[in-house]
Nanobody
Framework: QDQLVESGGGSVQAGGSLRLSCAAPAYIYDNYYMGWFRQAPGKEREKVATVYPGGAATYYVDSVKGRFTISQDNAKSTLFLQMNSLKPEDTAMYYC???????????????WGQGTQVTVTP
């Protein structure tokens, strides 16, 4: 169920940066596990970044550590993914997602955005 609204994707050269945003209903933003997934054609869906409720903790897949950072604007109930030093391997459709419980988050989140395309050219 798409209740999250994503934006910020685009096409950039390797080494460039993009910032994705995910606007969420306040009840989701304030209380749920949230984060970002990505999926490239023919590839498995991959969990990229996670933030616990209230920003209590953040986690990143090894391949993006040091390059991607989650941030939040609490007043706007908006989650961001700052992506720096982008590589062609980062090319994928990026999805914001959320779930009320850690179990649900780990299995398959209940809430999803529509996706925003990120393309990194050599």
């Amino acid at each position: 169920q798409d209740q999250l609204v994503e934006s910020g994707g685009g096409s950039v050269q390797a080494g460039g940066s993009l910032r994705l945003s995910c606007a969420a209903p306040a009840y989701i933003y304030d209380n749920y596990y949230m984060g970002w997934f990505r999926q490239a054609p023919g590839k498995e869906r991959e969990k990229v970044a996670t933030v616990y409720p209230g920003g209590a903790a953040t986690y990143y897949v090894d391949s993006v550590k040091g390059r991607f950072t989650i941030s939040q604007d609490n007043a706007k109930s908006t989650l961001f993914l700052q992506m720096n030093s982008l590589k062609p391997e980062d090319t994928a459709m990026y999805y914001c997602a959320a779930d009320r419980t850690l179990t649900g988050w780990g299995r398959s989140p209940a809430y999803w955005g529509q996706g925003t395309q990120v393309t990194v050219t050599p």
